[in-house]
């Protein structure tokens, strides 16, 4: 039997070879690229990794196929996808600090403390009315350039938390993220790449996707504790920005439910399950039912398991009603939380004069708010003309 060379091999020892249903997950952390392939290619990469040249694994591969297998093909097919790199392009890996925080967050006594925060602010917030969420929270001043200025940090800052908490929790993996900006129907949201989560056991990746939510539960959680154990005077300020962060800290894991928007419950839904191609498949069977479908999507529909087809029947069921259900959350929430500062806004330049301090900020706000209306109604419309394209 011939076998590689050191150099030959270093190329294969890079790639991450992992079980996925029947089937394997290969990818490179170096390049963040990751392909699922059938049981015959996880078995190939293997006999490569232990130093196998080409020749010996095509002639395994034919006879545990039973049929003449292309492994050349195979391999040159990887290294277009970015699978197969030199050897001499270094693995990125997490900081050392972001692997032992992540490990005490995270392990057996991180995750207790913080799921034992979580029951806590639900149960807080079942039994005592004063900290259940209403839209009042998001006004922390009088001044309302002050709420809305004081919200918009205090958002930022907790969206950040949200996805650091990802980012520590892969690192206790030993697998490296990167948090990035993006939008998500009415909401401007940070997203963490955890691509290389691909590289882990399903069981693995479980913990990392759910850091974010189970890191927001465990701040209400200690929210709570402190307005219960320390209550102030409700009109302080301190007092009204706790009420504030709360309701941001609530939002955010509701918004995270909301699985039909590829938030953080959809990733966990996908792990879970194990279904590959969750959206597409969504899509083509909604297409389907209104006799809209593709041959694209005829041809998806005929190829994926059944499994997949029970996990996207279910996806669809939640999508429609949940994009339904969110613009009546931002009705019920945000609306009524910008016509109050609005109204405060030109109560204030109305009754102190345009030119005043007061009045000034009160354009300031009537301006930042309209800016971020337009905002948000442009992505509700691009999402809207999203589902049109879905179903036409």
Known sequence: MTTLDDRQAARFTGVSIVR????????????????????????????LQEGTDVEECTARAEQFAGQPVDVAGFLDGLAAAGVLTSADVSE????????IAGRLLFGKVGLTVQSSLAITAVVAMVITPSLRLAYTDLIVSSVPLVSLV????????????HEVAHLLA???KGVRGRVTISRRLLNL????????????????????????MLSDAATVGVLAVVQLSWPSDPSSPIAHLLKALLFLKATGIVVQ????????????FVAVTGCRNLWDTKGALARRAIRRATPEDLALLSSVGRRDL??????????????TWTVWYFAAYGVPSMYRIATMAVDAVRDAGVLSAPGVAGVAALVLMAATTTFLLRGLVRTGLRLLRLLT
Do not use: H
């Not at 390049?31 to 015959?40: D, F, M, R």
């Not at 990125?92 to 692997?99: E, G, I, L, S, T």
């Not at 439910?257 to 966990?268: G, K, P, S």
């Not at 029970?310 to 994009?323: H, S």
């Open 20 to 47: 996925d249903g029947d089937g394997y997950v290969l990818g490179n952390a170096r390049t963040g690229e990751y392909v699922i392939v059938p049981e015959i290619g996880g078995q190939v990469m293997r006999w």
């Open 92 to 99: 990125p890996k997490p900081a050392r600090w972001q692997v």
């Open 150 to 161: 004081a919200v918009t940090f205090l958002g930022l800052a907790s969206g950040l938390v």
């Open 170 to 172: 892969a690192a206790a």
């Open 189 to 212: 949201a940070y997203q963490t790449d955890l691509t290389t989560l691909w590289g882990l056991p399903r069981r693995d990746r479980i913990v990392p996707l759910l850091a974010g």
């Open 257 to 268: 439910l909301q699985v039909y928007m590829r938030t953080d419950v959809y990733a966990l």
């Open 310 to 323: 029970v996990c996207a029947r279910i996806y669809l069921l939640l999508y429609f009603p949940g994009v």
